[in-house]
T-cell receptor, first 114, second 111 residues
């Protein structure tokens, strides 16, 4: 049972380039989310999804797009990378709609934008 | 709006000593509260959670936390710290579709 898998683990981009961070979970979780982690700021929610075909914005959605075509996958797209998007990105999932459930996290993707 | 404050950025304790990490929350109703741990280069792992019932909750790895509504606090404790507990610890409060994290406390354990 792999849990939440993120790829790539490391990526360096130039300003203006685009890329997609992949996230897949094998726990049949309805809820999936993307966070970014920056020093001294904790984790902040970028986008989330409560099921296939349903996505919504979190606290810091600007510059990022998401889609949810299947229960398993929740990719995060950067259309035109900026240095302010240099961060560590975490994908997380949980079962059901209850906000009391445990979030399961991937191991993170470290992105550097030059 | 929900928010969490972790006043200690970095704490150093000796192995075998007791530990208390502070967490204060802001939430209008009964909060759902969590503590997560992050080892270097890893994702976050749930230590324990509280959403009702007994205000003292037990978690994994020998950790416990006490919910005190009068103080808006949910402090994490461990009676005897092990070197493997060195990590970053995050307190979080649950919103409808978001988990609001504090800024974290980094724990260093010295032999």
């Amino acid at each position: 049972n792999a849990g939440v898998t993120q790829t790539p683990k490391f990526q360096v981009l130039k300003t203006g380039q685009s890329m997609t961070l992949q996230c897949a979970q094998d726990m049949n979780h309805e809820y999936m989310s993307w966070y970014r982690q920056d020093p001294g700021m904790g984790l902040r929610l970028i986008h989330y999804s409560v099921g296939a075909g349903i996505t919504d914005q979190g606290e810091v959605p600007n510059g990022y797009n998401v889609s949810r075509s299947t229960t398993e996958d929740f990719p995060l797209r950067l259309l035109s990378a900026a240095p302010s998007q240099t961060s560590v990105y975490f994908c997380a999932s949980r079962s059901g709609g209850s906000n009391t459930g445990e979030l399961f996290f991937g191991e993170g993707s470290r992105l550097t934008v030059l | 709006a929900q928010s969490v404050t972790q006043p200690d950025i970095h704490i150093t304790v000796s192995e075998g000593a007791s530990l208390e990490l502070r967490c204060n929350y802001s939430y209008g109703a009964t909060p759902y509260l969590f503590w997560y741990v992050q080892s270097p280069g890893q994702g976050l792992q749930l230590l324990l959670k509280y959403f009702s019932g007994d205000t003292l909750v037990q978690g994994i790895k020998g950790f416990e936390a006490e919910f005190k509504r009068s103080q808006s606090s949910f402090n994490l404790r461990k009676p005897s710290v092990h070197w493997s507990d060195a990590a970053e610890y995050f307190c979080a409060v649950s919103g409808a579709n978001n988990l609001f994290f504090g800024t974290g406390t980094r724990l260093t354990v010295i032999p």
